[in-house]
């Protein structure tokens, strides 16, 4: 690549984005101020118009309480990207947002966006284009596992292996590195949005009671584990039970909660295991030193990193701030640019094939 002094001057002086696009939450990294936005990913719509109302904490807010005339909706599914227009709306809205907090006017920004490692080049394809439309002068895609580790300071361009498994909202991934590259990687569309379906699911067998994804979430948060609790608690359920179709409220215990979300955590344990039953031995005696890293919202469930240690017989930790590794490792590549950007993800005529 030649030098340009126009790439130069708008290096120098343009925001440089980091985003973790999320199924639950977005989060943006700007170059030399940290994360400066962390908000969920929802779209408050008006039918009939098809018109964006409300983004981010606003659109969260509206959820399950809209007028008949309004829907707030997720616009990316199991880490992908399901509705592309609102995808680009909510991108456009986040730039302008970190825009707003610059003190002079910007150029258009360089963005580094984390993707699933699962996604297809069809998936891939549609963030760059949603970047790309929302305002950024060039667009670059991150794995999230390779984001996340970053993020966690893991040391993945070093000989010696370590492993990440990243729990979002709508995927799990997990990956092992050696020499600045994936040697094994699994991605599975079970993660924090499955959990919220495994107690809704609980409640309307067990209680016959229909409660709502922020009930869900909310128990999840408060009384959710994965491993017995030193002190078990409770938490009031409220929801509309099927019976007799009025308001009911039940007080379930966290014994109860574990054995809902049971099952999503089971196939995230199940995934690691296959994941270390395929890893070459010399990486497992790396990886029996390093131990095992957990990253993203889904980290944060009590008792996890216990449950997975008791399983694959290994020392597991939850990252510093697992929520944002993502967010903070793409903006890791940003500051780092000319040594990482290997580890970006070209497109067949894509983003990282133009520098």
């Excluded at 969260?60 to 829907?71: D, E, F, Q």
């Excluded at 922020?214 to 584990?225: D, L, Q, T, V």
Aim: charged share 25%; hydrophobic share 45%; glycine share 10%.
């Amino acid at each position: 690549m030649f030098f340009s002094p126009l790439n130069w001057l708008l290096g120098l002086f343009s925001l440089d984005i980091g985003i973790d696009l999320g199924t639950a939450n977005t989060l943006v990294n700007v170059r030399g101020k940290g994360i400066v936005i962390n908000e969920p990913s929802w779209v408050a719509i008006e039918k009939r118009t098809r018109r964006a109302l409300a983004i981010g904490a606003e659109a969260k807010k509206l959820s399950g309480r809209t007028p008949a005339n309004v829907i707030a909706i997720r616009p990316l599914r199991d880490g992908v990207i399901s509705e592309f227009e609102y995808t680009q709306e909510m991108l456009n809205h986040f730039i302008e947002k970190a825009h707003e907090q610059s003190l002079v006017p910007m150029p258009r920004p360089r963005v580094v966006v984390g993707i699933p490692s699962g996604v297809t080049e069809v998936e891939k394809r549609a963030v760059y284009d949603a970047a790309m439309s929302a305002g950024a002068r060039e667009a670059f895609l991150i794995e999230e596992p390779m984001a996340a580790a970053i993020g966690a300071g893991l040391p993945i361009t070093e000989s010696r292996g370590s492993m990440i498994v990243d729990i979002g909202g709508g995927t799990t991934e997990v990956a092992i590195f050696s020499m600045g590259g994936i040697v094994l990687s699994r991605s599975i569309r079970i993660a924090g949005d499955e959990m919220d379906e495994d107690i809704i699911g609980y409640m309307r067998a067990k209680y016959n009671l229909l409660i709502g994804e922020r009930m869900a979430e909310k128990a999840k948060i408060e009384i959710g584990s994965a491993f017995p609790l030193p002190e078990e608690t409770t938490l009031t359920m409220r929801g509309r039970s099927l019976i007799t179709g009025l308001p009911e409220a039940v007080d379930i215990s966290s014994i109860e909660l574990r054995e809902a979300l049971s099952t999503s955590v089971q196939i995230i344990v199940d995934t690691i295991k296959d994941a270390l039953e395929d890893t070459p031995p010399e990486l497992i005696a790396d990886l029996m030193e390093t131990g095992i890293c957990l990253a993203g919202g889904g980290a944060m469930l009590r008792g996890l990193a216990q449950r997975v240690s008791e399983e694959v017989n290994m020392r597991v930790w939850v990252a510093e701030d697992p929520l944002t590794c993502v967010a903070r490792g793409a903006g890791r590549i940003l500051e780092d640019y000319d040594n990482l950007r290997k580890l970006l993800v070209g497109l067949e005529r894509g983003s990282t094939h133009h520098f």
